[in-house]
């Protein structure tokens, strides 16, 4: 299997996760210009700074088959953030090990959909790519990230704490927390059960 067969585009019921495509670029950085979604950031990003996420995350996929997928709503086709799956790229007691990510637009929080593409996300890893486990970060104090990491079985273990190597030790968003998943504890949930990966031929 290629790299290209599996980025193909993975289906929820709600949405698309798909590779990145230049009509991306204009809402991905409305979404990070925005400081309610960047609340839990260092800042906000401008044009450029945006633009350069899009071209990592196309270079993690191209080297890998996966990254923090484009989300497109299948009702409408408009951007709907990003969420999938990544290498770690800083050191820390849990590397190396994929995380798992998302962010969204404003417009989108708070109908779980987060969730949904965070589940397919899990399916990918666990199936397609056999990972035997998948880790998600963030800091301390952002309950809604956390609740979405619980939503989806993920476990904390206050020992994971930690200071995250890119931030000042001293920031107001340190300490970080760690979730953890694994492949056979994933195997167990109810969404294992179904087919809830598809994907486009
Ligand atoms: C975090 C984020 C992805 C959540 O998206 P979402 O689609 O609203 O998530 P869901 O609807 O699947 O679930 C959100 C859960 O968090 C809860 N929640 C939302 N805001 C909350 C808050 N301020 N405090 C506590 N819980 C909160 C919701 O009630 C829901 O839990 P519930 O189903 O038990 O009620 C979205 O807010 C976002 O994109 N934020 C900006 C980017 C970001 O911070 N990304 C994560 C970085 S680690």
């Known amino acids: 299997m290629t790299d290209a067969v599996l980025s193909h585009p993975i289906l929820t019921e709600r949405l698309i996760l798909r590779c990145w495509q230049e009509a991306d670029r204009d809402p991905f950085a409305a979404m990070n210009a925005d400081p309610r979604v960047m609340e839990y950031f260092p800042s906000t990003l401008d044009r450029a700074a945006?633009?350069?996420?899009?071209?990592?995350?196309?270079?993690?996929?191209?080297?890998h088959g996966f990254t923090f997928w484009a989300l497109e709503d299948r009702a409408t086709g408009d951007f709907a953030g990003f969420t999938g799956l990544a290498h770690v790229g800083f050191a820390a007691h849990f590397v190396p090990v994929v995380e798992i990510g998302w962010r969204l637009p404003v417009a989108y929080w708070g109908r779980g959909i987060a969730s949904e593409a965070a589940r397919a996300s899990l399916a990918f890893g666990f199936g397609r790519l056999a990972l035997t486990e998948i880790v998600a970060f963030t800091p301390n104090r952002h309950l809604a990230s956390r609740r979405v990491m619980e939503r989806i079985g993920m476990k904390r273990d206050p020992a994971d704490d930690f200071v995250h190597p890119r931030m000042p030790p001293d920031h107001p968003l340190q300490p970080f927390v760690l979730y953890r998943t694994s492949r056979a504890a994933w195997a167990e949930t109810p969404a294992a059960e179904h087919d809830s990966l598809k994907e486009q031929p």
């Open 50 to 63: 945006s633009d350069a996420v899009v071209d990592r995350l196309q270079a993690h996929d191209a080297a």
